[in-house]
């Protein structure tokens, strides 16, 4: 069963850094591309970054470009994201999710990333 | 920016067909941008429905079905129960990379 768990989200001032993980089971982990893709209290769902299996190409959205870093490690099955310089408005719960070739198949439940003084 | 546009909100009643859609502010949306469909209920990540613009997910009823109309993407459901009551979100593949966007959502009633 595919299974995706994020955890490292928490409370954290604005300007702060945070690392969110995402440990994978169930599949061959290094044959997948993953994303994060986060929603914000009661608003829509928005797509925030994109790594393949290998490592790379890698892809961000434009909204956290130049303040996040997404990276993998395939020994460990597991998925990360760096956030830095944190805004109020990356307030959200970030999901990862795999990738089945232009589509999002499987979801983990997020992890909840608050950005206040 | 890309911006990818749905209904805020639609109502059906029991038993009866709605057609949500999916539109991109740049243009068509075509097959080249793997329109996917998903739906979420409060408290759950989003759960699969329709991928490839046309093809569902594992477990979803035959209900629930994808198409291109006109210039966008649309999900159509049809015999819709209470249980279909959600919110749906269409992603889009935009390129320029490996960049997606989220529509905004549909907040679909069944009364």
């Known amino acids: 069963e595919v299974q995706l768990a994020e955890s490292g989200g928490g409370l954290v001032q604005p300007g702060g850094s945070l690392r969110l993980a995402c440990a994978a089971s169930g599949f061959n982990f290094g044959d997948y591309s993953l994303n994060w893709v986060r929603q914000a209290p009661g608003k829509g769902l928005e797509w925030v970054s994109y790594i393949r299996g290998s490592g790379s190409p890698i892809d961000y959205a434009d909204s956290v470009k130049g303040r996040f870093t997404i990276s993998r490690d395939n020994g460990k099955n597991s998925l990360y994201l760096q956030m830095n310089s944190l805004r109020a408005e990356d307030t959200a719960v970030y999901y990862c999710?795999?990738?089945?070739?232009?589509?999002?198949?499987?979801w983990g439940r997020g992890t909840l990333v608050s950005v206040s003084s | 920016q890309t911006v990818v546009t749905q209904e805020p909100s639609f109502s059906v009643s029991p038993g009866g067909t709605v057609t949500l859609t999916c539109g991109l502010s740049s243009g068509s949306v075509s097959t080249s941008n793997f329109p996917s469909w998903y739906q979420q209920t409060p408290g759950q990540p989003p759960r699969p429905l329709i991928y490839y613009t046309t093809v569902r997910s594992s477990g979803v009823p035959d209900r629930f079905s994808g198409s291109i109309l006109g210039n966008k993407a649309a999900l159509t459901i049809a015999g819709a129960q209470a249980d279909d009551e959600s919110d749906y979100y269409c992603a889009l593949y935009v390129g320029n990379g490996f960049i997606w966007v989220f529509g905004g959502g549909t907040k679909l009633t069944v009364l």
């Open positions: 999710v795999r990738d089945h070739n232009y589509y999002f198949d499987f």
